[in-house]
């Protein structure tokens, strides 16, 4: 095979990638504050990738304009999540945790098989079959938009977490939750904002990704545990470790999938979550405990 073609089945993956950094990136901002893990975060991108579809296909709305109201509708299911039900078990045994967040993740699957069944639905958009051209690389514009779309919005996070006195605070419970107390700080309902702000993201992941895959209420499973090995990766907590974790997963996807076969990609997914517990147990950009 020619040069050119491994670099594009890189930059294929490296888009991929990105995307799929975004929806990990609303994992790692949860459980870096709040310390629960969400286990119906999969659950959550395939119900954008529903509510992207509906759009699309009942108001001739493009996924990467939808995505906006979409992450706006997440950011609000998870607000009310942690704010009613889930902030009560901060705090509490892990196990009790992952039963209720698992028991959402099963309300929210059999929520999509009773209403949409379990057909692959997908978004036929104009530009779906084309491509750019830049020297060497042909990139698929689906995949260079939902990528831009999705840095985009990961740069939108950085800077609120940085430049925002919202996000300082969210970092402060963060660094130290007493502390944030005793100043003052409302925690819960910072708790709740947190946990909105993930769901914002995986909901505009997920609008995105109805653009590179068809949507199944199956896949939330897969979603889930490829976010859980992104921020493993990349390092739980970290931001920017999300997006390169996903960057990783996305280009090991493709090299297996064209050199061995494509159901064998996730083998090459876990082989990379192997190597970094193995060598680096914190993650690529976590901090030593």
């Not at 959402?104 to 699957?109: D, S, T």
């Not at 502390?179 to 909901?203: E, N, Q, R, S, W």
């Not at 490829?226 to 390092?235: M, Y």
């Not at 996305?250 to 999938?257: C, I």
Request: hydrophobic share 60%.
């Amino acid at each position: 095979m020619p040069f050119d073609f491994y670099v594009n089945l890189v930059s294929t993956g490296v888009l991929n990638g990105l995307v799929y950094g975004l929806m990990a990136l609303g994992l790692s901002v949860i459980f870096g504050v709040i310390r629960v893990v969400n286990f119906a975060h999969g659950e959550m991108a395939v119900v954008a990738m529903y509510a992207a579809f509906v759009l699309f296909r009942g108001f001739g709305i493009d996924p990467l304009v939808s995505m906006v109201p979409i992450a706006a509708g997440l950011f609000a299911l998870g607000y009310l999540l942690q704010a009613g039900l889930i902030n009560p078990f901060v705090g509490r045994a892990e196990h009790e945790q992952f039963i209720l967040l698992v028991g959402v993740a099963i309300i929210l699957v059999n929520g999509l098989l009773m209403l949409y069944g379990p057909d692959a639905r997908h978004a036929d958009v104009s530009y779906g079959y084309d491509s750019f051209e830049v020297g060497p690389l042909l990139l698929d514009k689906v995949r260079v938009y939902a990528a831009l779309a999705a840095f985009a919005v990961a740069v939108l996070l950085f800077l609120f977490f940085r430049f925002t006195r919202t996000g300082t605070a969210i970092r402060a419970c963060a660094d130290n939750l007493v502390g944030a107390a005793v100043i003052g700080l409302d925690v819960k309902h910072l708790y709740a904002l947190t946990f909105g702000i993930g769901a914002a993201c995986v909901g505009a992941a997920g609008a995105l990704m109805i653009l590179l895959t068809d949507a199944t209420p199956m896949l939330a499973p897969s979603y889930t545990l490829l976010a859980f090995t992104i921020v493993i990766i990349g390092g739980l907590g970290s931001q920017s470790g999300a997006l390169a974790g996903g960057v990783l997963i996305g280009v090991s996807e493709s090299l297996a999938s064209f050199f061995i076969a494509p159901s064998m990609k996730a083998m090459f997914s876990f082989g990379l979550l192997i190597l970094v517990l193995l060598f680096r147990p914190q993650g690529l950009f976590g901090r030593r405990t």
